[in-house]
């Protein structure tokens, strides 16, 4: 069973740090381009930064660029999301996704196509606020 299960949520003061995990499990993200979206109270889905097989091309929202990175560890089935200087309107569920395919290995998905991924974790939350 394919399965996708986010870790490093929770609440933290603006300018602060967090750094999401996501791991995969029942399958190899060996074969899988990542991205992290989220989702904030009353409004839609938003994607965050997206990441391609072999890590080499990376993506991310204007509003997080220079404040957030993707990572992967493929030997660890692993993807991260390093947040920093957070703001309050990163306030949101954060939810990891895969999408599959040899497309992936070289470049990294769209932030803006949802249904490139076929596989989403539960979320995790995370709070900016003093």
């Known amino acids: 069973q394919l399965q996708l299960v986010e870790s490093g949520g929770g609440v933290v003061q603006p300018g602060g740090s967090l750094r999401l995990s996501c791991a995969a499990s029942g399958f190899s993200l060996e074969h899988y381009a990542m991205a992290w979206f989220r989702q904030a109270p009353g409004k839609g889905r938003e994607g965050v930064s997206s990441?391609?097989?072999?890590?080499?091309?990376?993506d991310y929202a204007n509003s997080v660029r220079g404040r957030f990175t993707i990572s992967r560890d493929n030997a660890e089935n692993t993807v991260y999301l390093q947040m920093d200087r957070l703001k309050p309107g990163d306030t949101a569920v954060y939810y990891c996704a895969a999408a599959y395919g040899s497309s992936w290995y070289y470049q990294s998905p769209s932030l803006t196509a949802a249904s490139e991924y076929a596989s989403w974790g539960q979320g995790t939350q995370v709070a900016v606020s003093s």
């Open positions: 990441i391609s097989i072999r890590g080499g091309s990376t």
